[in-house]
């Protein structure tokens, strides 16, 4: 008999149901012992052309907001001191990006993560061309004090867009298992060329979801090859975290085709609309979180 037959811990027992649904246990696995992983497009749940539409999406409001034209993407030559403008906040550019946030793979992997009350925090893309330089290591975890990595505090869960075959891609860089650490880096470990700390690429294909703690260790390696790498970067938090992006606004029709919304941007959670008058209804689960990371 399977534990969660018992229907007696139910915020664990509807992830574990998602998680056999989806075939996720190895992914799981992998987001304990390494921080991060890899989840192929074969599992990713998403539509027929869901890639090519994201893909077109971000390249197209990368174009409307900073007025250039970049072309296809495996010609793409554009100027990197501009396709990094004006990036985020893309939850209503196209309902593509919807899709994106609460595809249901990609949730049950951040609910494990950060328990069932996690709540999105922002998008933005990652245009990286021929010749883009790297970035050191770093955590994504900003405002979480040294000493705090028992549990994750936020995730990053990013769409490939465009194929990621090899370092002459520039893809991320991972420290596996660099989360169990709970601090970010110092300086002197910051430079991917003379840190001590081993690291990997992030190797996927396009369609591919690659999700991290947001206390694992990551940079980017110089792109080597023509076109340009795309990425649909998504910041997912507990419900205790300062979020990027407030979506109390967000449109009626958004919320009412897609049901799923308005609870992942935390509609259900603190801060209230009315402040004089709390929705007292909210209390209940804000404080659940405080005895289970899975609430």
């Known amino acids: 008999m399977a534990l969660a ?8 027992d509807n992830l574990m149901a998602d998680i056999k649904k989806y075939d996720l246990f190895e992914h799981v ?25 994201l893909r077109y999406a971000i390249m197209k409001a990368c174009e409307e907001r900073n007025g ?10 554009p100027d990197m001191s ?45 245009i990286k061309g021929e010749g883009a330089p790297g970035i050191g290591l770093h955590s994504d975890s900003h405002g979480i004090p040294p000493g705090a990595g028992q549990i994750a505090h936020m995730c990053n869960a990013s769409w490939i867009c465009t194929d990621y075959d090899g370092e002459e891609d520039g893809p991320t860089l991972f420290v596996p298992g660099s989360h169990h650490y709970g601090r970010a880096t110092l300086p002197h470990e910051a430079d991917t060329s003379s840190t001590p700390f081993r690291f990997v690429p992030l190797i996927g294909k396009a369609g591919s979801l690659a999700i991290w703690n947001g206390a694992t260790w990551h940079a980017s390696a110089v792109r080597s090859n023509p076109g340009i790498r795309v990425t649909l970067v998504q910041n997912y938090m507990r419900s205790y975290m300062r979020v990027q992006h407030d979506y109390e606004s967000t449109s009626p029709q958004l919320l009412e085709k897609y049901p799923e919304l308005a609870r992942v941007i ?16 909210r209390v209940g689960q804000m404080m659940k979180t405080g005895t289970d990371p899975f609430a």
Request: glycine fraction near 8%; charge should be negative.
């Open 5 to 12: 037959d018992y229907e007696v811990y139910p915020d664990v």
């Open 82 to 126: 501009v396709v990094g403008k004006n990036s985020w906040d893309l939850l209503e550019e196209d309902e593509v990006f919807v899709e994106a946030a609460i595809n249901p793979v990609n949730l049950t992997l951040v609910r494990w993560l950060l328990g069932q009350s996690a709540v999105f925090s922002g998008q933005t893309w990652i």
């Open 68 to 77: 250039i034209e970049l072309g296809y993407h495996t010609t793409a030559k």
């Open 266 to 281: 935390g509609k259900a959670l603190y801060p209230y609309e009315d402040s004089r008058n709390p929705d007292y209804g």
């Open 29 to 53: 696995v992998e987001l304990e012992a390494y921080g991060m992983t890899v989840v192929p497009p074969e599992k990713m749940q998403a539509s027929e052309g869901f890639i090519e539409r």
